[in-house]
């Protein structure tokens, strides 16, 4: 009978301590943010071939045959093997549209894509590797991505404006409210960033007389912090 005494008197103390650990301190919480402009420096461009034939070895030769001369044109042009990735490769049969009434599918022929991903580290000749590619017989061209390659250094210095900016506007309301603020208890992050795509699609015919303006990226970060309460 003594034990459970003991037992139950031990329950009774140690509760009303759990309960005050599971209640949160007194904070007052905010959100700082802060966006940082760069010029993209990186473009990436998306094309390559299609070939159509009879047969499907009509179809892969025909377009084997016209994407080497692609990457030839690509490698007089100055762009590095490492900068070109080949980003898609298909061959698909065709078949002629559905007749009244069903009946089974007639293949017409065969056709025969394939994409190269070229990199380029100086963006103003962008509109030129497109002339390039067109050039020497690419007429499908996917788009274009530019972005900034060194954008973890510029975040950096957004997220030190962000904290700055968020205990700009804790101070303000711990004033206005006739308190002190404490340390941070806790801090969330928010990032928004990424290269700015170009996805007009466009064909052979039209790409020559498609500008390609490279405009500017724009990173945000957005914190939340929790700052605590001094008590008095």
């Known amino acids: 009978m003594r034990c459970a005494l003991i037992l139950c008197a031990a329950v009774a103390v140690a509760t009303p301590g759990a309960a005050r650990a599971e209640t949160p301190p007194p904070a007052v919480t905010v959100t700082g943010e802060a966006t940082v402009s760069a010029a993209p420096d990186t473009a990436t461009i998306d094309g390559g071939v299609a070939t159509e034939a009879k047969t499907a070895k009509e179809a892969a030769e025909a377009n084997n045959k016209a994407m080497g001369a692609v990457l030839l044109a690509l490698k007089a042009a100055g762009v590095a093997e490492k900068d070109m990735q080949t980003s898609r490769l298909s061959l698909l049969p065709q078949s002629a549209p559905n007749r009244v009434g069903g009946g089974p599918v007639q293949i017409?022929?065969?056709?025969?894509?394939?994409?190269?991903?070229?990199?380029?580290?100086?963006?103003?000749?962008?509109?030129?590797?497109?002339?390039?590619?067109?050039?020497?017989?690419?007429?499908?061209?996917?788009?274009?991505?530019?972005?900034?390659?060194?954008?973890?250094?510029?975040?950096?210095?957004?997220?030190?404006?962000?904290?700055?900016?968020?205990?700009?506007?804790?101070?303000?309301?711990?004033?206005a409210a006739g308190i002190s603020l404490g340390a941070p208890l806790s801090i969330t992050e928010e990032t928004t960033a990424g290269p700015m795509p170009y996805q007009r699609r466009l064909s052979a015919p039209m790409v020559t007389a498609a500008p390609v303006a490279v405009g500017e990226e724009t990173l945000r970060v957005v914190v939340t912090v929790a700052y605590g309460i001094k008590q008095p």
């Open 108 to 175: 017409t022929g065969y056709r025969a894509s394939n994409h190269v991903v070229v990199t380029l580290h100086e963006v103003t000749k962008a509109a030129a590797v497109i002339d390039t590619l067109v050039g020497a017989g690419a007429n499908e061209i996917g788009g274009i991505a530019f972005s900034v390659s060194q954008a973890s250094k510029l975040l950096d210095d957004a997220r030190g404006q962000a904290i700055a900016d968020a205990r700009r506007k804790a101070e303000l309301l711990a004033k």
